[in-house]
């Protein structure tokens, strides 16, 4: 075992080593030669589309187009992203000069990080993993990725595919459990982009103190949904019932919990059942047969999300809506809760499965204190048409992201920047954001011969200096 261990921290120093190398020889490379690699990668992807759908059908019971829409869509967007807007990301940034930097010319310049560690979850788990990829190579680094153990059959194509197609110096797998991703976070990387839980993300951001290596933490937490009476209520029932029980609920940004207005409570109750059997039912039942209900990935999450419908129900939550679930068949039926205690562990831990806690207010000021009293979340969602309420709200909390009378948009639109805010992560993903996370942002200034500006403040500091001193506070 001892020998084991040695053999594994070898083998992953020399990976390290052979990346460093190749990163170092990348950065004096033309730009275009990554926007010609990430063009070829998508076509690639392309081509293995059947291969990562039954993969992923074998590990989370996705259908095949669930797992184009929500594993294989998102990365390609990302590629062409990149490769439409490459040139204008790489393009050196110029910088006026102020009157007391005359003479000078500046720049910010987008420089490659190095080499990038790159741990990915299991509950999107090809899209999270070679999603954040295609920002780290267009930034012109080389990756070691680390797919999550829990979705083996992902993670084996997630291997083959990168194998077929890159260097091992550019891009390697490596898989395995939490072991071996300890073993990964010994290496002084130059950035590590973490997806996964919050808990983890601690101990991940402690193991990249050691070296101070960057980090982009993409976390969870418990995402907010408020629908006032003004809502378009079968609007949002049809959204919510999407947005929360897509992947049988493992959805970073599903809504987590929902503050209704008591008024408006059991109608949207009543649709939002509708909604749900249409979207993943079949005549009006979701069963093992369900084609594009997904399945929970293993028996601990199974047992976990159970627990947490127990507790609430012991807690006096009344079931709006349960079926027959089968753990052997790791399928949880969607399960809607209302009347639930914010005392209940489901309103404490991210559920994280197909169950929807409700809390019905009577005043608008009670809103405020449930969400404040949590983490701030990854997402916050509001459903109404009165502009002022969502104004007030979208003030008052501080989130990742907000979609107002929609969810889940705000990941999957290309141009804005995902991410969370302290307990849900920080620093951004997608797009230009996600290059900017792979990238150093370098100033670079250039000063010109002879007298500069700078040179009337050097020592001797005579009356002159203080008078020049005195007038740049004063006027600059
Ligand atoms: P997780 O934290 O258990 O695992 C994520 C990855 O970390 C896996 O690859 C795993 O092998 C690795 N890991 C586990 N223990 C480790 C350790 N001690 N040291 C280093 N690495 C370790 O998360 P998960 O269960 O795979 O994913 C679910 C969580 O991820 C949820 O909280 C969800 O909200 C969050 N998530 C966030 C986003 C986002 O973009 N913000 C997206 C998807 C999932």
Redesign the pocket.
């Given at each position: 075992m001892e020998q084991e261990e040695i053999g594994l921290k070898q083998d992953l120093k020399t990976l390290f080593e052979k990346q460093t190398v190749r990163s170092q020889q990348l950065r004096s490379e033309p730009w275009q030669n990554r926007k010609k690699l990430l063009e070829a990668f998508g076509k690639h992807i392309m081509q293995n589309r059947q291969r990562i759908a039954k993969a992923v059908n074998t590990d989370l019971g996705k259908s095949a187009t669930e797992s184009d829409i929500s594993e294989v869509f998102p990365v390609i967007t990302e590629v062409k992203d990149a490769v439409r807007n490459l040139s204008d990301w790489v393009r050196p940034q110029a910088i006026d000069a102020p009157l007391t930097y005359l003479g000078t010319t500046s720049e910010v310049q987008y420089e490659p990080k190095g080499t990038c560690l790159i741990?990915?979850?299991?509950?999107?788990p090809f899209n999270?993993t070679f999603g954040p990829l295609i920002s780290c190579l267009a930034a012109g680094n080389t990756a070691i990725l680390?797919?999550?153990?829990?979705t083996p059959h992902t993670s084996a194509v997630i291997r083959d595919l990168a194998k077929e197609f890159f260097d091992e110096d550019m891009v390697a797998v490596v898989e395995?459990?939490?072991h071996?991703?300890?073993q990964l976070?010994k290496l002084p990387f130059a950035h590590i982009f973490?997806?996964?839980?919050?808990?983890?993300?601690k101990?991940?951001m402690h193991?990249a103190a050691e070296h101070l290596s960057a980090v982009t933490l993409?976390?969870?937490?418990k995402s907010p949904t408020v629908i006032d009476s003004s809502a378009n209520l079968a609007d949002a029932a049809k959204r919510i019932a999407f947005g929360k029980f897509l992947n049988a609920g493992?959805?970073?940004?599903a809504p987590d919990y929902i503050l209704i207005d008591k008024q408006v409570e059991r109608e949207f109750i009543d649709l939002l059942k509708k909604q749900i059997f249409k979207l993943f039912g079949v005549n009006q039942i979701i069963n093992t047969q369900a084609p594009d209900y997904g399945r929970i990935v293993n028996s601990r999450n199974f047992n976990r999300v159970d627990a947490l419908v127990q507790d609430a129900i012991q807690l006096g939550a009344k079931v709006e809506l349960n079926g027959n679930s089968d753990a052997g068949a790791r399928f949880f039926h969607p399960v809607i809760l209302s009347g639930v205690s914010p005392e209940s562990k489901i309103m404490e831990e991210?559920i994280?499965g197909p169950v929807l806690p409700i809390i019905a207010y009577s005043n608008e000021k009670e809103i405020l204190p449930i969400i404040l009293a949590r983490p701030k979340p990854?997402a916050f969602y509001i459903f109404s048409a009165r502009e002022r309420f969502q104004r007030e709200l979208v003030t008052a909390v501080s989130a990742?992201g907000v979609c107002i009378n929609d969810c889940v948009l705000q990941?999957t639109h290309p141009n804005l920047p995902?991410?969370?805010i302290n307990a849900?992560?920080f620093g951004k993903?997608h797009g230009r954001y996600g290059f900017l996370a792979f990238s150093n942002e370098k100033p670079v200034l250039k000063q010109k011969r002879g007298i500069t500006m700078s040179s009337f403040l050097y020592p001797p500091f005579t009356n002159r200096v203080k008078q020049t001193i005195n007038l740049m506070l004063r006027w600059l």
């Open positions: 741990i990915g979850p299991w509950n999107f999270l680390k797919p999550s153990e829990l395995g459990d939490s071996v991703a300890g976070l973490f997806t996964g839980s919050t808990h983890v993300g101990i991940v193991a993409e976390l969870g937490g493992q959805t970073c940004v991210e994280f990854l990742g990941f995902f991410g969370g849900s992560g993903a």
